[in-house]
T-cell receptor, first 114, second 112 residues
Framework: EPEVTQTPSHQVTQMGQEVILRCVPISNHLYFYWYRQILGQKVEFLVSFYNNEISEKSEIFDDQFSVERPDGSNFTLKIRSTKLEDSAMYFC????????????FGDGTRLSIL | GENVEQHPSTLSVQEGDSAVIKCTYSDSASNYFPWYKQELGKRPQLIIDIRSNVGEKKDQRIAVTLNKTAKHFSLHITETQPEDSAVYFCAADHSGTYKYIFGTGTRLKVLA
């Protein structure tokens, strides 16, 4: 069964540095998402992306964050000037070729800001 | 703003018993309600979903019911097994968009 893959599985970064989290969505999916889960808390929506542009973003997704689809397979989340409170598990998800299809999640990247 | 409440936060059942997890949503425009199972340190995995045009859906030991009038939906697991132990999250789409609003999760423990 095709899966969403994310790299790295764990990223440790000094506060103030920039990080790029990488995702390879399921190959025939057209809708891409990033979610965040702070330890022990619920999953929170960050951003959705379709047709090379952001469809929707949450209040968490401020100017510190950006997303990009640099090629035909990767979908990245960049976090600039990281803060301690950015420490969380970041999940990428993708869904099919029409809207309102189930979203399938990757294994996540655990981001630790020191 | 939009919100999904989930109860209980923890649930312990004996193996073979049933488990029920309930969610309430606030956005009357929500049309799609997935349930995810998350084992420790792993990805949320879709286990069942329901759309607003049906009231109930079943897949083997798992069923979901939806009361759109009351804005309630519930997950029912019958004949629970130890491998059902995990955190379960309900979610609702926001006004028919691609954004999911998740509940706060239920930690289910199935005791052997």
């Amino acid at each position: 069964e095709p899966e969403v893959t994310q790299t790295p599985s764990h990223q440790v970064t000094q506060m103030g540095q920039e990080v790029i989290l990488r995702c390879v969505p399921i190959s025939n999916h057209l809708y891409f998402y990033w979610y965040r889960q702070i330890l022990g808390q619920k999953v929170e929506f960050l951003v959705s992306f379709y047709n090379n542009e952001i469809s929707e973003k949450s209040e968490i997704f401020d100017d510190q964050f950006s997303v990009e689809r640099p090629d035909g397979s990767n979908f990245t989340l960049k976090i600039r000037s990281t803060k301690l409170e950015d420490s969380a598990m970041y999940f990428c998800a993708s869904s099919g070729q029409v809207s309102n299809q189930p979203q399938h999640f990757g294994d996540g990247t655990r981001l630790s800001i020191l | 703003g939009e919100n999904v409440e989930q109860h209980p936060s923890t649930l312990s059942v004996q193996e073979g018993d049933s488990a029920v997890i309930k969610c309430t949503y606030s956005d009357s425009a929500s049309n799609y309600f997935p349930w995810y199972k998350q084992e420790l340190g792993k990805r949320p995995q879709l286990i069942i979903d329901i759309r607003s045009n049906v009231g109930e859906k079943k897949d083997q030991r798992i069923a979901v019911t939806l009361n759109k009038t009351a804005k309630h939906f519930s997950l029912h697991i019958t004949e629970t097994q130890p491998e059902d132990s995990a955190v379960y999250f309900c979610a609702a789409d926001h006004s028919g968009t691609y954004k999911y609003i998740f509940g706060t999760g239920t930690r289910l423990k199935v005791l052997a």
